[in-house]
């Protein structure tokens, strides 16, 4: 019988998820993490790693060790950061794709990836105090200044040109910039996230609270559906985003931003039809019409963490009420609480469609997870920082 109560959700992630994802993922024989599994989860073999994976990986692994105090989770957190300098010392940055021994395979210095190197950075060093960490998240700053900076704000999606140019990276950025602007108080990492917010709400967010996802290079959305593509997981993202970029830095029109997202995502984003399950949808057009009817299991964590952000910072308790509601809705039609696999992605009807299962998405759960408990601890705790607050016995 499964415990989805704070207290069950708190053993099963530090006594199942975790040290079931050390087990499947820590390549000890080749280095670094595997990446793709095949739905039963079946390890799928390649001949390099992704900067994004690796990072994703370290970050768990380290907010994990840092929750728990467990050896094994601090470990495989140290194994992949040592891929990850390996790389930047190889290559002078943290490239695209890389061999195991650092050599690059595909040189791209992509932002979106480079987002996460920056957030494997600002935990890596808490759970470990490494300094070599805060000096891997300034060098890549420099790069993306100096490689990467783009006119009427933001930055480029690569040092090829690649076009359209997205929120995603962004916003990933913004998590990040806040990560390391908590973990070591510099104002550098303040200003960043500073200019991210002040982007959002110049061009990524419209009048009527929706998100944007692509646009050119004039931040102008793009023709057609790309332009008009709305996702709901990156609009409860960016309201757990914003609110807490307004707690560490008091900008005042983060509530109101947050609070137009969020409506939106709630009478929009979730498949309000009876004869389907109440999750988040994968894409919707501006005025709520389906265009994405499958549904994405990241998604869910983050509408979770926007209900967490809704609950802690407006105390909204029909978020309240939410909350264990659609952690639960989240465990029956994902999550296989035996063995921490999860379905990737549904059709509508819930049903898993056959997609491989990326051990990246291990980031949007654990943190999804690590959020809820801080929220709804076990047991009474202070208010605390971004995932304080699930200490394990």
Not at 179 to 204: C, H, K, M, S, Y
Not at 355 to 371: G, Q
């Amino acid at each position: 019988m499964r415990d989805l109560s704070p207290a069950g959700l708190q053993r099963w992630t530090h006594g199942t998820l975790i040290p079931a994802w050390i087990e499947r993922s820590v390549d000890r024989k080749a280095g670094g993490f595997i990446e793709e599994f095949t739905p039963d989860g079946q390890p799928v073999a390649a001949p390099d790693r992704s900067a994004l994976t690796t990072a994703r990986l370290v970050y768990t692994f380290s907010h994990a060790a840092r929750l728990s105090g467990d050896k094994a989770a601090l470990e495989a957190a140290q194994h992949g950061f040592a891929l990850l300098l390996k790389a930047h010392e190889a290559n002078g940055y943290v490239p695209k794709r890389f061999r195991p021994d650092g050599a690059v395979s595909v040189p791209r210095r992509d932002l979106y990836d480079l987002a996460f190197v920056f957030f494997a950075c600002a935990h890596y060093h808490r759970a470990t105090g490494d300094a070599a960490a805060l000096r891997l998240a300034g060098a890549t700053m420099d790069l993306i200044e100096s490689e990467l900076a783009a006119p009427l704000g933001g930055y480029a999606e690569d040092d090829l040109g690649a076009l359209p140019r997205r929120q995603n990276p962004h916003m990933h950025l913004l998590e990040a910039f806040h990560a390391l602007a908590e973990a070591t108080g510099n104002q550098r990492w303040f200003d960043a996230a500073n200019g991210i917010v002040q982007l959002a709400a110049e061009r990524f967010i419209d009048s009527n609270g929706t998100l944007g996802e692509f646009f050119g290079t004039d931040w102008q959305p793009v023709a057609g559906d790309p332009g008009r593509l709305r996702e709901p997981g990156h609009q409860f993202e960016w309201v757990w985003l914003l609110h807490h970029h307004h707690r560490l830095t008091g900008w005042e029109k983060a509530p109101a931003l947050a609070e137009g997202l969020y409506r939106f995502g709630l009478a929009q984003g979730l498949d309000r039809d009876p004869a389907y399950p109440p999750l988040v949808l994968d894409g919707v057009g501006p005025e709520g019409r389906i265009v994405a009817p499958t549904k994405l299991l990241w998604p869910q964590t983050e509408f979770i963490k926007a209900l967490g952000a809704r609950v802690e910072f407006v105390a909204d308790e029909d978020a309240a009420a939410s909350l264990p509601r659609h952690v639960e809705l989240m465990f029956r039609h994902f999550i296989d609480l035996r063995t921490g696999l999860w379905h990737n992605q549904l059709d509508r009807a819930g049903q898993p469609l056959p997609v491989s299962l990326p051990s990246r998405v291990l980031y949007h759960l654990f943190l999804c997870l690590a959020e809820t408990l801080r929220v709804m601890p076990p047991h009474p705790a202070s208010h605390g920082e971004v995932g304080d607050g699930a200490t394990a016995n």
